[in-house]
Protein backbone atom coordinates (compact mmCIF):
# COMPACT_ATOMS: atom_id res chain seq x y z
CA UNK A 1 0.00 0.00 0.00
CA UNK A 2 1.58 3.24 -0.90
CA UNK A 3 1.75 5.74 1.81
CA UNK A 4 -0.31 9.35 1.13
CA UNK A 5 0.42 12.84 2.70
CA UNK A 6 -2.31 15.00 3.91
CA UNK A 7 -3.02 15.86 0.88
CA UNK A 8 -3.74 12.57 -0.23
CA UNK A 9 -1.01 11.95 -3.10
CA UNK A 10 1.36 9.31 -3.17
CA UNK A 11 4.81 10.32 -3.55
CA UNK A 12 4.62 10.05 -7.57
CA UNK A 13 1.42 12.43 -7.51
CA UNK A 14 3.66 14.75 -5.68
CA UNK A 15 6.10 14.87 -7.83
CA UNK A 16 4.09 14.95 -10.94
CA UNK A 17 2.46 18.18 -9.74
CA UNK A 18 5.66 19.80 -7.75
CA UNK A 19 6.24 23.40 -8.69
CA UNK A 20 9.79 24.01 -9.19
CA UNK A 21 9.19 27.73 -9.15
CA UNK A 22 7.76 27.71 -6.04
CA UNK A 23 10.42 28.78 -3.91
CA UNK A 24 13.59 31.02 -5.48
CA UNK A 25 16.49 29.58 -6.67
CA UNK A 26 20.00 30.27 -5.15
CA UNK A 27 22.44 30.42 -7.78
CA UNK A 28 25.56 27.72 -7.16
CA UNK A 29 29.39 28.53 -8.09
CA UNK A 30 32.38 26.36 -6.90
CA UNK A 31 35.78 27.72 -6.01
CA UNK A 32 38.85 26.00 -5.75
CA UNK A 33 42.11 26.81 -4.04
CA UNK A 34 45.16 24.99 -5.66
CA UNK A 35 48.48 25.48 -4.12
CA UNK A 36 51.88 23.93 -4.83
CA UNK A 37 55.18 24.78 -3.20
CA UNK A 38 58.21 25.56 -5.74
CA UNK A 39 60.60 23.28 -6.81
CA UNK A 40 64.61 23.71 -6.74
CA UNK A 41 64.82 24.63 -10.25
CA UNK A 42 62.14 27.43 -9.42
CA UNK A 43 64.22 28.76 -6.78
CA UNK A 44 67.61 29.05 -8.21
CA UNK A 45 65.65 30.83 -11.39
CA UNK A 46 63.80 33.39 -9.74
CA UNK A 47 67.37 34.49 -7.10
CA UNK A 48 64.37 32.97 -3.73
CA UNK A 49 65.77 32.41 -0.81
CA UNK A 50 63.63 29.23 -0.28
CA UNK A 51 60.84 27.27 -1.64
CA UNK A 52 57.35 28.51 -1.07
CA UNK A 53 53.74 28.00 -0.64
CA UNK A 54 51.96 29.43 -3.22
CA UNK A 55 48.01 29.94 -4.56
CA UNK A 56 47.03 29.89 -7.73
CA UNK A 57 44.41 33.26 -9.07
CA UNK A 58 42.98 33.84 -11.91
CA UNK A 59 42.49 37.96 -12.36
CA UNK A 60 39.31 38.19 -13.72
CA UNK A 61 37.95 39.49 -17.25
CA UNK A 62 34.30 40.21 -16.55
CA UNK A 63 32.13 42.34 -13.93
CA UNK A 64 32.09 42.21 -11.02
CA UNK A 65 35.60 42.55 -9.68
CA UNK A 66 36.66 43.37 -13.00
CA UNK A 67 40.79 43.55 -13.00
CA UNK A 68 40.42 42.13 -9.83
CA UNK A 69 41.96 38.29 -8.77
CA UNK A 70 40.09 35.94 -7.25
CA UNK A 71 39.72 31.82 -7.06
CA UNK A 72 39.64 29.74 -10.20
CA UNK A 73 35.77 28.94 -10.46
CA UNK A 74 32.41 29.69 -11.51
CA UNK A 75 28.80 28.61 -11.98
CA UNK A 76 27.41 25.19 -11.38
CA UNK A 77 25.19 24.22 -14.41
CA UNK A 78 21.33 22.91 -13.49
CA UNK A 79 22.04 19.54 -14.78
CA UNK A 80 25.82 19.19 -13.32
CA UNK A 81 27.14 17.67 -10.39
CA UNK A 82 28.77 19.90 -8.44
CA UNK A 83 32.35 17.89 -8.32
CA UNK A 84 32.22 17.56 -11.89
CA UNK A 85 31.54 20.98 -12.03
CA UNK A 86 35.00 22.03 -10.05
CA UNK A 87 36.87 20.17 -12.14
CA UNK A 88 35.76 21.64 -15.57
CA UNK A 89 35.93 25.37 -14.20
CA UNK A 90 39.40 24.87 -12.88
CA UNK A 91 40.70 23.67 -16.89
CA UNK A 92 38.62 25.91 -18.93
CA UNK A 93 40.19 29.03 -16.73
CA UNK A 94 43.66 27.20 -16.09
CA UNK A 95 44.40 24.35 -18.18
CA UNK A 96 44.82 22.61 -15.43
CA UNK A 97 44.58 18.73 -14.03
CA UNK A 98 44.61 17.75 -10.69
CA UNK A 99 45.33 14.76 -9.45
CA UNK A 100 43.73 15.82 -6.26
CA UNK A 101 40.91 18.01 -5.22
CA UNK A 102 38.91 17.65 -2.01
CA UNK A 103 35.47 19.53 -1.39
CA UNK A 104 36.09 21.92 1.51
CA UNK A 105 33.10 24.33 3.05
CA UNK A 106 30.15 25.73 2.05
CA UNK A 107 29.45 29.48 1.96
CA UNK A 108 26.41 30.53 1.94
CA UNK A 109 25.98 34.55 3.61
CA UNK A 110 23.19 36.34 1.94
CA UNK A 111 25.32 39.47 0.56
CA UNK A 112 28.77 37.67 -0.46
CA UNK A 113 28.47 38.23 -4.09
CA UNK A 114 27.05 41.39 -5.34
CA UNK A 115 25.18 40.25 -8.45
CA UNK A 116 22.89 38.08 -6.72
CA UNK A 117 22.59 35.33 -4.27
CA UNK A 118 25.36 32.53 -4.11
CA UNK A 119 26.08 30.18 -2.41
CA UNK A 120 30.12 28.91 -2.68
CA UNK A 121 31.27 25.22 -2.23
CA UNK A 122 34.85 25.55 -2.07
CA UNK A 123 37.51 22.88 -2.86
CA UNK A 124 41.34 22.39 -1.91
CA UNK A 125 43.76 20.90 -4.35
CA UNK A 126 47.14 20.53 -4.55
CA UNK A 127 49.87 20.19 -7.26
CA UNK A 128 53.40 19.06 -7.93
CA UNK A 129 54.95 22.44 -9.23
CA UNK A 130 56.78 20.18 -11.88
CA UNK A 131 53.56 18.81 -13.19
CA UNK A 132 51.42 22.36 -14.64
CA UNK A 133 51.45 24.56 -17.60
CA UNK A 134 48.98 27.16 -16.91
CA UNK A 135 46.75 29.00 -19.51
CA UNK A 136 44.38 31.51 -18.65
CA UNK A 137 40.72 30.91 -20.41
CA UNK A 138 36.83 31.59 -20.65
CA UNK A 139 36.34 35.29 -18.48
CA UNK A 140 39.92 34.59 -17.26
CA UNK A 141 42.55 37.38 -18.90
CA UNK A 142 45.32 36.15 -16.64
CA UNK A 143 46.58 33.07 -14.32
CA UNK A 144 49.53 34.23 -12.02
CA UNK A 145 50.87 31.74 -9.17
CA UNK A 146 51.06 33.50 -6.09
CA UNK A 147 53.33 33.57 -2.69
CA UNK A 148 51.43 33.46 0.43
CA UNK A 149 52.20 34.63 3.53
CA UNK A 150 49.81 34.75 6.75
CA UNK A 151 50.44 36.62 10.09
CA UNK A 152 48.46 37.02 13.33
CA UNK A 153 48.17 40.51 13.95
CA UNK A 154 46.18 40.12 17.50
CA UNK A 155 43.76 37.96 19.48
CA UNK A 156 41.36 38.96 22.10
CA UNK A 157 39.61 36.71 24.17
CA UNK A 158 36.07 37.79 25.82
CA UNK A 159 35.00 35.14 28.81
CA UNK A 160 31.11 34.98 29.77
CA UNK A 161 29.23 32.54 32.49
CA UNK A 162 28.49 29.41 29.97
CA UNK A 163 31.62 30.25 27.72
CA UNK A 164 34.01 32.56 25.82
CA UNK A 165 34.53 34.62 22.99
CA UNK A 166 37.81 34.11 20.85
CA UNK A 167 38.59 37.20 18.25
CA UNK A 168 41.85 36.50 16.15
CA UNK A 169 42.83 38.89 13.25
CA UNK A 170 45.07 37.44 10.04
CA UNK A 171 46.88 39.16 8.13
CA UNK A 172 47.16 37.71 4.05
CA UNK A 173 49.42 38.71 1.86
CA UNK A 174 49.29 37.11 -1.79
CA UNK A 175 52.93 38.19 -3.81
CA UNK A 176 53.41 37.50 -7.28
CA UNK A 177 57.23 39.18 -9.16
CA UNK A 178 54.86 42.20 -10.00
CA UNK A 179 51.71 41.92 -7.99
CA UNK A 180 50.92 42.14 -3.63
CA UNK A 181 47.88 41.82 -3.08
CA UNK A 182 46.86 41.72 0.24
CA UNK A 183 43.71 41.40 3.01
CA UNK A 184 42.76 41.26 6.84
CA UNK A 185 40.56 38.68 8.11
CA UNK A 186 38.98 38.28 11.48
CA UNK A 187 38.18 34.68 13.01
CA UNK A 188 35.64 34.79 15.46
CA UNK A 189 35.49 31.35 17.87
CA UNK A 190 32.15 31.64 19.96
CA UNK A 191 31.80 28.77 22.71
CA UNK A 192 28.42 28.18 25.09
CA UNK A 193 28.15 25.17 26.88
CA UNK A 194 29.22 22.67 24.40
CA UNK A 195 28.25 24.31 21.35
CA UNK A 196 30.86 25.94 19.02
CA UNK A 197 30.35 28.56 16.51
CA UNK A 198 33.29 29.81 13.93
CA UNK A 199 32.89 33.02 12.12
CA UNK A 200 35.31 34.33 9.43
CA UNK A 201 35.08 37.94 8.04
CA UNK A 202 37.20 39.85 5.77
CA UNK A 203 38.14 43.17 7.12
CA UNK A 204 39.52 44.60 4.56
CA UNK A 205 41.38 43.72 1.07
CA UNK A 206 42.72 45.28 -1.65
CA UNK A 207 42.70 43.54 -5.04
CA UNK A 208 40.98 39.94 -4.67
CA UNK A 209 37.71 39.70 -5.75
CA UNK A 210 34.44 38.83 -3.82
CA UNK A 211 35.14 37.05 -0.25
CA UNK A 212 38.11 34.96 -1.41
CA UNK A 213 40.84 36.31 1.02
CA UNK A 214 38.92 34.34 3.46
CA UNK A 215 38.31 31.38 1.58
CA UNK A 216 42.23 31.46 0.73
CA UNK A 217 42.96 31.44 4.51
CA UNK A 218 40.42 28.85 5.62
CA UNK A 219 42.00 26.38 2.68
CA UNK A 220 45.83 27.06 4.12
CA UNK A 221 44.32 26.39 7.93
CA UNK A 222 42.89 23.31 6.58
CA UNK A 223 46.10 22.33 4.84
CA UNK A 224 48.12 22.73 8.10
CA UNK A 225 45.69 20.55 9.95
CA UNK A 226 45.44 17.77 7.42
CA UNK A 227 49.52 17.59 6.73
CA UNK A 228 49.57 16.41 10.52
CA UNK A 229 47.58 13.16 10.23
CA UNK A 230 47.29 11.98 6.59
CA UNK A 231 49.23 11.69 3.45
CA UNK A 232 48.12 15.13 1.66
CA UNK A 233 52.15 16.76 1.42
CA UNK A 234 53.06 13.77 -0.54
CA UNK A 235 50.34 15.24 -3.03
CA UNK A 236 52.89 17.96 -3.85
CA UNK A 237 55.96 15.60 -4.15
CA UNK A 238 57.15 14.55 -7.89
CA UNK A 239 57.03 10.24 -7.98
CA UNK A 240 60.52 9.83 -6.46
CA UNK A 241 62.02 12.37 -3.39
CA UNK A 242 64.80 12.47 -1.20
CA UNK A 243 63.36 12.87 2.88
CA UNK A 244 65.02 16.04 2.68
CA UNK A 245 62.45 17.51 0.38
CA UNK A 246 60.21 15.60 1.56
CA UNK A 247 60.97 17.27 5.01
CA UNK A 248 60.91 20.50 3.22
CA UNK A 249 57.44 20.10 1.68
CA UNK A 250 56.17 19.98 5.33
CA UNK A 251 57.74 22.80 6.78
CA UNK A 252 56.98 24.83 4.14
CA UNK A 253 53.13 24.18 4.73
CA UNK A 254 53.32 23.89 8.64
CA UNK A 255 55.62 27.58 8.72
CA UNK A 256 58.26 26.12 10.88
CA UNK A 257 61.09 24.16 11.10
CA UNK A 258 61.18 20.66 11.78
CA UNK A 259 63.51 18.29 14.04
CA UNK A 260 65.22 15.74 11.51
CA UNK A 261 64.87 12.75 13.92
CA UNK A 262 61.07 13.36 14.94
CA UNK A 263 60.41 13.86 11.32
CA UNK A 264 62.29 10.53 9.81
CA UNK A 265 60.31 8.16 12.55
CA UNK A 266 57.00 10.13 12.03
CA UNK A 267 56.90 9.64 8.20
CA UNK A 268 58.92 6.07 8.23
CA UNK A 269 55.65 3.70 7.76
CA UNK A 270 54.73 5.80 4.99
CA UNK A 271 57.61 6.05 2.44
CA UNK A 272 59.21 2.67 0.81
CA UNK A 273 63.03 3.33 -0.02
CA UNK A 274 63.94 2.62 -3.93
CA UNK A 275 67.11 1.61 -3.75
CA UNK A 276 68.31 4.29 -6.07
CA UNK A 277 70.33 7.35 -5.16
CA UNK A 278 70.13 11.41 -6.70
CA UNK A 279 72.51 12.06 -9.57
CA UNK A 280 74.52 14.97 -10.10
CA UNK A 281 74.92 15.71 -6.82
CA UNK A 282 78.00 17.63 -5.84
CA UNK A 283 77.80 16.24 -2.05
CA UNK A 284 76.86 12.66 -1.29
CA UNK A 285 73.87 11.56 -2.96
CA UNK A 286 70.49 10.92 -1.17
CA UNK A 287 68.65 7.98 -1.73
CA UNK A 288 65.82 8.37 -3.17
CA UNK A 289 62.08 7.36 -2.02
CA UNK A 290 58.37 6.92 -3.05
CA UNK A 291 55.15 6.95 -0.87
CA UNK A 292 54.12 4.12 0.45
CA UNK A 293 50.35 3.28 -1.09
CA UNK A 294 49.75 0.23 1.44
CA UNK A 295 50.05 2.59 4.50
CA UNK A 296 47.34 3.46 6.69
CA UNK A 297 47.14 7.01 8.57
CA UNK A 298 45.37 4.73 11.43
CA UNK A 299 48.17 3.00 12.22
CA UNK A 300 50.57 6.21 12.14
CA UNK A 301 48.61 8.38 14.21
Known amino acids: MELRDHQELTEQEFLTSYDAGEFERPSVTVDTAIFTITSDDEVNKRNLSNQELQVLLIKRGEHPYLGQWALPGGFVNPKE????????????????????????????????????????????????????????????????????????????????????????????????????????IKIIKIVKGTTIEYRREVVEQTGIAFDHARIIQYSIERLRNKVDYTDIAFRLMPHRFTLSELQKVYEVILGKNLYKAQFRLKIEKMVNGTGEFQRGKAHKPAELFRFNPNWDEDDNF
Request: charged share 30%; aromatic share 8%.
Open 81 to 184: DVDHAAVRELKEETNLDCSYMEQLYTWGEVNRDPRTRVISISYLALLDSTKFNIQAGDDASDAKWYTVKDTVLKKEKTLSEDGFIQQKWVQLELISDEVRLSAI
